[in-house]
């Protein structure tokens, strides 16, 4: 058997699991792991400007690739600055694995120096996690580290290791664990055939169905197949934000997103549907709106991976564990070919009602002449990009802007946190999805907020030379807590303005990238070609946009699904 | 309600604290808790006692068994079973009269006198909760009880029902 320090394997281990990738910072903790990566070409280590920023680099490449993102980092502060990144993939269900340096085991519990509990700090926005205790089990913790964090319902997993395990003065035997499966862990990926009947049932006597379909589609890639059911059995097809992309936005039937800033006809359709096919969506307090006015008159199929996620927040009719791309094509399976005039005939009523409701066309907006709007900076990216870019998003006004009005013709190509609303997420998130696709466009949508949470990686950009495009809509101020003020709160800004805002041109140079500021409306085409011709460099566009822009339309509290603001002055 | 959740799991460093932690996270209470390892070493059983309605418990079931250290998960509360709990209890016996009342109960309660000392008795009882907490009670109405140690509730399912791996 091949001898090697512990260090050693933790770095051969990644290698003979297929990692290219690792994102870190280095620490006492962990140097003997980064002198074991000085060693070898095989795991290309990419050095951040914060762990924050690590870890949403790996969850940026797990989201955009769909294999898991890889982080390092070291004991105590390395490890507590990566927990907003891990909760980010933890509520987002991203395949991640965090090798956290530890202090030696025989100080753990002393208070030593850059000691702190990672295994405690992260256990509830974990999947699982490792506590190593012996360097002869790192293979096996490590390759069990990324079967859980990419099977089932996926997330991220944790794996300490202490600093007198890794030691590279003392060697010991290295094996490859063969199999890495557990008696306590087999996730349910084919639907109970009773639940298919069942289900395939409901849909074909259906006649105001609808497909719900969330992120657990892309996480499954089952994107053909559902769009494969979908166009057999005529469904229209909504999305949640984390789903967006699964069924392409550009699709005949698609709807575009529901919820809280869904679209008119996304709501209405589910609120009047008589049948609701949910796919890999959990029924998100984002979505639902007031549970007791929720769907009155639908049947609900529910397809989740993760039992828990069934009934949680709404009951419903006919539950299904299983993968999306398992169940889905059970249910394609079930059934069968049918007669695709007859169905359309069946569902004409059904779709004659949803024209109206598009008719309404929600996502109107009136644009001005003096200053730019923020709904067509989303639009002049998605005409520079051909709507085939990879694009990241931080939290606020501007991700609604760009989940709306940027539709996504492919799964893995809508980067955002959308369950923890993690503000400084767009920036890494988006600097991953560059390392993981060299060639491609990656695109941040970001706010003059959100920005400056992970500014500092502009300097990992130049290190690396990642030409990203950072697209900031800066309306001086923290815009969606200002939307809210100006809707609950009496227009009172308490802390939603920001006075000090830097000269992000200069600061965008004095990283030694490319600012252009846009200030009018005539402005932005030319400046927006200027960036995305930038094929080499990262281009920072400081666009100055209005500052009282509401995001509509928006779901008004304690209402249902369709009660809803269409603009400052008009609800259904 | 009352609900007695069993939980079969690795007997692996940090597990009881994710149990704990998952009601802690989620809101849930928990009564008392119970666990030990198993004939199989490797195993650990647990048995949580809490209060809560139907979807409470279907949602606690579902986020335990979720643990990646969970084998099995099942509300011993659904079905036919049998429950015991164990109780320590130190009181005072500082007159004749007490020693015999006592002894009485001791004896009404199929308890047994595990200590004796010049001020107090300790005696051990096991039952339902319900049944210690009537012991206790009819203690403390003729002497002090000094103090009380209780195990919570283990149970099992009665017939051939079985939490295995």
Request: glycine share 8%.
């Given at each position: ?78 490890a ?29 519990g ?20 490792f ?46 664990p ?46 053909e ?5 979908a ?33 008119l ?20 307090d ?18 989740d991976i ?14 299904v564990?299983?993968?999306v ?21 069946k ?9 109206q ?31 085939d ?71 990992t ?40 805002m830097?000269d ?24 927006m ?44 | 309600?009352?609900r ?22 989620r ?53 036919n079973h ?84």
């Amino acid at each position: 058997m091949e001898m090697m320090s512990g260090a050693a394997m933790v770095v051969r281990t990644l290698k003979d699991l297929g990692v290219k990738h690792v994102f870190g910072y280095p620490g006492g903790a962990v140097l003997d792991i980064y002198d074991a990566l000085y060693a070898q070409e095989d795991v290309e280590h990419i050095l951040v400007r914060h762990e924050q920023g690590a870890a949403h680099m790996a969850d940026g490449y797990a989201r955009s690739t769909g294999t898991t993102g890889t982080v390092l980092v070291t004991s105590g502060p390395g490890a507590t600055n990566t927990l907003t990144g891990i909760a980010t993939a933890y509520m987002d269900s991203i395949p991640m694995v965090v090798l956290s340096g530890q202090v030696p085991s025989m100080h753990i519990g002393e208070d030593a120096f850059q000691e702190t509990d990672m295994v405690g700090c992260s256990r509830p926005v974990v999947k699982h996690s490792f506590l190593v205790k012996r360097a002869v089990d790192i293979p096996e913790a490590i390759a069990k580290a990324y079967y859980i964090a990419n099977t089932g319902r996926p997330g991220p997993v944790v794996v300490d290791l202490p600093k007198d395990i890794v030691n590279v003065l003392e060697e010991h035997p290295y094996q490859f664990p063969e199999d890495v499966t557990m008696r306590s862990y087999n996730p349910t990926l084919k639907g109970h055939s009773k639940q298919i009947k069942k289900a395939a049932k409901v849909l074909l006597e259906a006649k105001r169905p609808i497909l719900y379909v969330g992120g657990g589609a892309i996480a499954a890639e089952a994107s053909e197949l559902v769009t494969e059911l979908a166009e057999r059995l005529n469904l229209p097809v909504t999305s949640t934000l984390m789903g967006l992309g699964a069924f392409s936005g550009v699709h005949a039937q698609s709807l575009g997103m529901l919820g809280m800033h869904g679209t008119l006809e996304s709501n209405k359709a589910m609120h009047n549907a008589d049948c609701i096919l949910a796919l890999g969506a959990r029924f998100d307090d984002r979505v639902t709106n007031n549970v007791e006015k929720f769907c009155p008159h639908a049947t609900i199929i529910h397809v989740d991976i993760d039992p828990a996620s069934i009934s949680k927040t709404i009951a419903v009719h006919v539950p299904v564990v299983g993968s999306v791309e398992q169940v889905t094509k059970q249910l394609l399976d079930q059934i069968g070919k049918i007669d695709s005039e007859k169905q359309k005939a069946k569902l004409l009523d059904w779709w004659d009602q949803i024209k109206q409701w598009r008719g309404r066309d929600c996502l109107n907006y009136k644009k001005a002449d003096n200053v730019i709007k923020p709904q067509e900076v989303i639009q002049s990216v998605y005409k520079h990009t051909q709507g085939d870019a990879y694009v990241s998003s931080d939290v606020g006004q501007h991700q609604m802007f760009a989940a709306l009005y940027y539709p996504f013709a492919k799964p893995r190509r809508w980067i955002n946190s959308g369950g923890l609303g993690t503000m400084g997420f767009g920036l890494p998130a988006a600097m991953g999805v560059q390392m993981a696709h060299p060639e491609a466009t990656s695109v941040v949508i970001t706010g003059d907020g959100s920005i400056q949470m992970n500014i500092q990686e502009l300097s990992t950009c130049l290190q690396y030379k990642l030409p990203i495009k950072i697209i900031s809509l800066n309306n001086r101020a923290l815009g969606m807590v200002r939307q809210w003020q100006d809707m609950n709160y009496k227009s009172r800004y308490s802390s939603s303005y920001m006075d000090s805002m830097p000269d992000f041109v200069k600061l965008a140079e004095a990283y030694g990238h490319i600012g252009i500021r846009v200030d009018h409306p005539d402005e932005l085409d030319a400046a927006m070609e200027r960036c995305f011709a930038e094929k080499e460099r990262l281009v920072f566009m400081d666009i100055q946009i209005d500052q009282n822009e509401h995001v509509y339309p928006m779901q008004i509290k304690f209402g249902a699904m369709d009660d809803m603001r269409l603009s400052k002055t008009e609800r259904t | 309600m009352k609900r007695i959740i069993s939980v079969l799991m690795e007997n692996a460093p940090g597990a009881l604290s994710r149990i704990v932690g998952v009601f802690s996270q989620r809101g849930y209470n928990v009564d008392s808790l119970c666990v030990a390892a198993t004939d199989d070493k490797s195993l650990s059983r647990l048995t949580i006692t809490t209060q809560a309605d139907d979807k409470v418990i279907e949602q606690i079931t579902k986020q335990v068994n979720k643990l990646i250290d969970v084998l099995k998960v099942t509300d011993l509360t659904d079905g036919n079973h049998v429950e015991r709990e164990l109780m320590l209890i130190k009181v005072a016996t500082r007159s004749e009269l007490v020693r015999a009342e006592v002894n009485r109960n001791v004896d009404i309660f199929r308890a047994q006198i595990i200590d004796v000392d010049l001020n107090n008795y300790t005696i051990q009882v096991t039952g339902t909760s319900d049944k210690l907490d009537a012991f206790a009670n009819v203690l403390s109405q003729s002497t002090e009880i000094i103090e009380a140690s209780r195990t919570g509730i283990c149970g099992l399912a009665r017939g051939d029902k079985a939490l295995r791996p």
